[in-house]
């Protein structure tokens, strides 16, 4: 292969971030083998970019091409937070509503980017009610706890770290105030011993409250997903969600519309239960990233109940890929949002001009 062949696959353009792969500087040729290295996971979609490829390159034999994926460490100007040893970029999921599925997305988004080809954690920042044990099948475990460090426990592929594996009965209530919840939360975030995690998703608690200013405003999030369904009366509450994160300066990545609609499991027959499309209106109203719709299915309640959520347990269903179509995009618009940031200032003085800067564009 020669230079002539690095133009013509440098000049394709990634779908996802909008530029070339030359652009990304994302191409290389060693011998015979063409090596793309993409700065997010993209698994799911090296079969379309390769027939992209064969298809410029005129090439009737199968080519040699390799993926590899280097996602870094988000660049954002960091607030006065200690950052999470070993985590690269934090992603909160909130929905500002209980009960329009957040819980059941948190976990099959972090096995989506993992199935893209990331290294994930979860967090289950939702104290009075923490889910993601229960479906990822660990309620019944206990983590190994070195000195004051916390190790956290593996599940498919992704860490997990939650407070209903601290507690000796699932039934048992927290009765806690303010600063318990917030002690807690600290613990959980920053005495957890994570290996090394290209993203950490977090599972937030719903409302607007003292745990989402906690984490907003004490650990570098990265960027959050809002996730609605189209129901009018929980489109209310997401947009208080997308707000607060404006208002805490963390980049919203992108809306979800859960429950978009339920498909007959006899007939076939479609109804918008919620109605539709209210998520991606809002999304436009707000000039956010729309980043999927999500049917009403059964199974995905059966199988997050069974500790084995759908991305996992049914990896090549329509459900499962649309999530790995969503953990593309936000893990692209992750990507986008960080490399149009200022870079980390390195000094008092970079600091102080780039917050004026960051003033004078808001």
């Known amino acids: 292969m020669d230079n002539h062949t690095l133009e013509i696959v440098g000049s394709i353009n990634e779908p996802y971030l909008g530029k070339t792969l030359q652009e990304l500087d994302a191409v290389t040729i060693d011998k015979n083998t063409i090596q793309i290295a993409l700065p997010y996971p993209a698994k799911g979609n090296e079969q379309v970019l390769t027939q992209t490829i064969q298809e410029a390159l005129m090439n009737k034999e199968p080519l040699n091409i390799s993926y590899s994926y280097q996602i ?14 070993n985590v690269k970029n934090i992603i909160a999921v909130s929905s500002a509503k209980g009960g329009v599925g957040k819980s059941t997305v948190t976990a099959n988004l972090a ?3 993992e199935a893209e080809g990331a290294k994930v954690g979860v967090l289950d920042a939702d104290l009075y009610g923490p889910s993601q044990a229960k479906m ?11 000195g004051d460090k916390i190790k956290p426990i593996e599940a498919h592929g992704i860490q997990i770290a939650t407070i209903a594996n601290h507690i000796t009965r699932e039934d048992t209530p927290l009765i806690w105030r303010g600063a318990q919840l917030d002690s807690a939360l600290k613990t959980l975030l920053f005495s957890t011993e994570w290996p090394e995690l290209d993203y950490l998703v977090i599972d937030m608690p719903p409302g607007t409250g003292d745990v989402q200013l906690t984490i907003a405003q004490q650990i570098p999030v990265s960027g959050a997903v809002v996730v609605s369904t189209p129901q009018e009366i929980a489109l209310l509450d997401a947009k208080k969600g997308l707000k607060m994160f404006h208002q805490v300066e963390v980049p919203v990545l992108g809306v ?4 978009n609609m339920f498909i007959c499991p006899k007939c076939g027959h479609e109804e918008h239960i919620f109605g539709h499309d209210g998520a991606q209106l809002m999304s436009l109203q707000y000039m956010v990233n729309f980043l999927g719709s999500l049917p009403l299915d059964k199974r995905i309640q059966e199988e997050t109940d069974n500790g084995n959520p759908t991305v996992a347990a049914e990896p090549e269903s329509k459900i499962a ?19 149009q940031a200022p870079i980390v200032p390195q000094t008092e003085e970079q600091l102080k001009t780039a917050k004026q800067t960051i003033k004078w564009n808001i």
Do not use: W
């Open 321 to 339: 890929l649309s999530f790995r179509e969503i953990a593309r995009k936000v893990a692209s618009a992750l990507y986008i949002q960080d490399s």
């Open 136 to 146: 990822f099948g660990i309620d019944n475990e206990r983590p190994e706890i070195n």
């Open 111 to 113: 096995l989506a980017l």
């Open 256 to 259: 979800v519309e859960n429950m």
């Open 72 to 85: 870094k460490p988000s660049q954002r100007i960091p607030k006065e937070q200690p950052a999470l040893v």
